[in-house]
């Protein structure tokens, strides 16, 4: 009889092990299913691309930004090359270089290191007074037109309309300035660089 008891006590354990092995199975298998959905979902990594200073909403779709948050991107751009003294030229470029492309980032240190040296040699200072900003969604960039303001030892030495245009690119879901060039009557200045823009 003890014999019987203990073999059918042993097999319901066995059965109940089975049982519990087959739902502890079934719910790692969901478990997996579950952690690879919200994977795919939230991406492998998720980056929050915003402007420096942010002052009007915006979006960003498919690789491109809303006029709004070019606006934005351009403005902080010229802040960076185009108000400049021999005090800040050196942080504003660095700061500057976080935001170029990769392949471009050379060209534009050199450029903004020329510029450098020439602030310092002539104590000088440039300031870019905005007058218009004309964003352009499909191509990325931004046309901005305003005085530029020339300083040598504190004083005034020019005041020129100048105009200048903010090329944008976005990869991996972050923006990169592609160009920054000075415009001459509506068409791309190639002999002006990000550092002789504020020359003149």
């Excluded at 066995?14 to 299913?33: E, K, P, T």
């Excluded at 305003?146 to 976005?170: C, E, M």
């Excluded at 160009?179 to 001459?184: A, C, I, V």
Aim: charged share 25%; net charge positive.
């Amino acid at each position: 009889m003890k014999l019987e008891t203990f073999q059918d006590d042993l097999g319901a354990l066995r059965r109940r092990v089975f049982d519990q092995r087959l739902a502890i199975g079934i719910l790692s298998v969901c478990l997996v299913l579950a952690l690879t959905i919200i994977f795919r979902i939230a991406g492998p990594q998720r980056t929050t691309v915003v402007p420096p200073n942010i002052t009007k909403t915006f979006w960003i779709e498919d690789d491109k930004a809303s006029n709004e948050y070019l606006v934005q991107m351009a403005s902080y751009v010229a802040y960076l090359i185009l108000d400049v003294t021999p005090k800040s030229i050196d942080w504003k470029k660095d700061t500057l270089l976080g935001w170029c492309l990769p392949e471009n980032a050379g060209s534009i240190k050199t450029r903004q290191d020329l510029e450098a040296a020439r602030l310092k040699r002539l104590n000088a200072s440039t300031y870019f007074q905005m007058q218009q900003l004309v964003p352009d969604e499909e191509t990325q960039s931004v046309t901005m037109t305003g005085y530029l303001k020339t300083q040598v030892n504190g004083a005034n030495t020019s005041d020129n309309l100048k105009t200048y245009r903010a090329d944008f690119i976005f990869r991996s879901g972050r923006v990169h300035l592609k160009d920054f060039k000075e415009l001459k009557d509506g068409k791309s200045d190639t002999a002006t660089s990000v550092a002789a823009a504020g020359a003149r």
